[in-house]
Each structure stands twice: as C-alpha cells, then as structure tokens.
C-alpha cells in the first residue's frame, strides 16, 4: 500500500515547455486534489476531481490542465511553462469530497522553470 | 472566504520541553474541520492531527494536542516531550464542510519552521 505516489521527483523547464505531472493512489479514495506551494506561502488549490469522471477548478487554476484518467490517475498538464509556474506540487486524496474526509498527500514534485 | 494566520514563522524548543504553536483564523461557516500538517525536509505532508468545529473537546493524539477556542477562532498545537524528529515545518488548515461531491478546499496558513535542538 503506497499511498499516494507523484512522479517525476524533480524536473526542470524552459519556459515554453511541455509538461506532465503524474499522481496516483491505492487507497481506493475518489476524490483527487493538486495542490501548488511557494515559498512563504501554504498550499494553494490548483484543481481537483470530486469523483471519476469531475474535475474542477480550484484557487489557482490558470495555466494549468487536469486529467481524471480513472479512480486511481489524475494528472497535471502544464501546456506552456511559465518561470512563475517554478512551484512544488503536491497531489492528495480523499475518500469523499465535500466531507470530513482527510486528504492525504503525495511526496511532491518540485518543478523549475527557466 | 476562508484565511488561516499562523503568526509565528520560526520557532525553538529543546529536546524534552514543550511547545505551543498558535493558529488563528477567519470564517462565516459553523461546521468545519481544522487540522495541523507536518512537513519534515523530505517535504511530505503528514497529518498531525484534526478537529471537528462541533466538537467541545479537544483533539489529542500522543504527544499532540490541539487547544480549540471556537468562539476566538484559534487552534493552537501543543507537542509535549519534544523530540528530534518534530523538526519540522508545521502547517494549519482550515476546511469547510460543503456538500459531497463539492471541493474540500484545505485553505492552509503560512506555516510555523518548528527547530527541536538538544
């Protein structure tokens, strides 16, 4: 039982670039989240997918694509980078959206771009 | 909308002693959760510890406690026993309770850099 898993670890982009965020879960939850954190500032919400088949926008979701791929899958395109995009990301997961239900987060993937 | 103010950026405590870190925050709703996270250098987010907002009492696991004051708006976290591996960056987060199938936006505060030295 891994939990939530996010890969790459660490990237690096040209501005301009293309590029995908993988996150998946075994726990079963469905609800998917991707969480954005700069430095000096907590988590911000990028977009997140209440169940199979939703997604949404959340805080801050411009420049930003999501992909709800199937329970376990949900990804993070970045179509054009942008140096302000230069973040840590995290993705979480929770049995329910809109409940008590803890999220729980993956290891994260800082992503910078020049 | 929701904000969270953690007021204390850096903080230190020895090994063994005890430590309170403050939380304040602002909203309209009556039924939320609160929770802390912990982030160590490897940038995980684990969960410290939750509360319910309709609930009295406090929320204790292990060494953690919160101290809950609805009617101030502040949730502050208690770690007895202080030890090495509570260094750590420690963020509070304040979520609505919407209904299912909405977002559980976690609105978090800024964090508090928690430094346990010998």
């Known amino acids: 039982n891994a939990g939530v898993t996010q890969t790459p670890k660490f990237q690096v982009l040209k501005t301009g670039q293309s590029m995908t965020l993988q996150c998946a879960q075994d726990?079963?939850?469905?609800?998917m989240y991707w969480y954005r954190q700069d430095p000096g500032m907590g988590l911000r919400l990028i977009y997140y997918?209440?169940?199979?088949?939703?997604?949404d926008k959340g805080e801050v979701p411009n420049g930003y694509n999501v992909s709800r791929l199937n329970k376990r899958e949900f990804s993070l395109r970045l179509e054009s980078a942008a140096p302000s995009q230069t973040s840590v990301y995290f993705c979480a997961s929770s049995l329910l959206a809109g409940t008590q239900e803890t999220q729980y987060f993956g290891p994260g993937t800082r992503l910078l771009v020049l | 909308a929701q904000t969270v103010t953690q007021s204390q950026p850096e903080m230190s405590v020895q090994e063994a002693e005890t430590v309170t870190l403050s939380c304040t925050y602002d909203t309209s709703e009556n039924n939320y959760y609160l929770f802390w996270y912990k982030q160590p250098p490897s940038r995980q987010m684990i969960l410290v510890i939750r509360q319910e907002a309709y609930k009295q009492q406090n929320a204790t696991e292990n060494r953690f406690s919160v101290n809950f004051q609805k009617a101030a708006k502040s949730f502050s976290l208690k770690i007895s026993d202080s030890q090495l591996g509570d260094t750590a960056m420690y963020f509070c987060a304040f979520m609505k309770l919407g209904n299912t199938g909405t977002a559980s936006k976690l609105t978090f505060g800024t964090g508090t850099r928690l430094q346990v030295t010998l």
């Open positions: 997918s209440a169940s199979e088949g939703t997604t």
């Open positions: 726990m079963n939850h469905n609800s």
